[in-house]
């Protein structure tokens, strides 16, 4: 029994880093990015853009008012919002996803990588667009019910 060695997970070592997974994975995101620009123009580029940029600054800010080591160079918050990107229609707009993004990266927690990376893009695409509509519908008929009443 005393043999017997009690170590926290990962069992199996690996020279495979986080990084170069990411990155693996942004290669293979890359397609369809392209696709997006050519069948939907330049405002797919421009919400996939922000969507990273802004993924990228929340992992910083809130990185560094937890007080903890920088997760940047690992790419996981670039992959999320892309990937975040990926789920939203190109007429969204751009406050709206970075209100995601931070909803993605910093509500539903940081770090290197959580387990749930790709639920919490998905977490945050559902409401955005109804919540949007329905925000608009009500000032609008808000405002078409005033004018009836005069």
């Not at 069992?11 to 997974?21: A, D, G, L, P, R």
């Not at 802004?54 to 892309?82: H, N």
């Amino acid at each position: 029994m005393q043999g017997l060695t009690v170590s926290p997970s990962p069992h199996i070592k690996s020279f495979v880093t986080t990084q170069k997974v990411m990155s693996l994975v942004l290669i293979a995101l890359l397609p369809a990015v392209v696709a997006s620009g050519i069948i939907f123009g330049l405002q797919a580029i421009i919400v996939i853009a922000v969507s990273a940029a802004s993924a990228v600054i929340w992992e910083y800010v809130a990185r560094k008012i937890m007080k903890r080591s920088g997760t940047i160079s690992d790419l996981s918050a670039a992959v999320t919002g892309v990937i975040f990107a990926m789920n939203l229609p190109v007429t969204i707009p751009l406050w709206m996803v970075i209100i995601g993004t931070f909803v993605a990266i910093v509500i539903l927690g940081t770090g290197a990588v959580r387990r749930a990376r790709l639920i919490s893009t998905k977490t945050c695409r559902c409401p955005w667009p109804s919540v949007y509509r329905r925000v608009f519908r009500k000032r609008k008929s808000r405002r078409a019910n005033a004018r009836l009443q005069r």
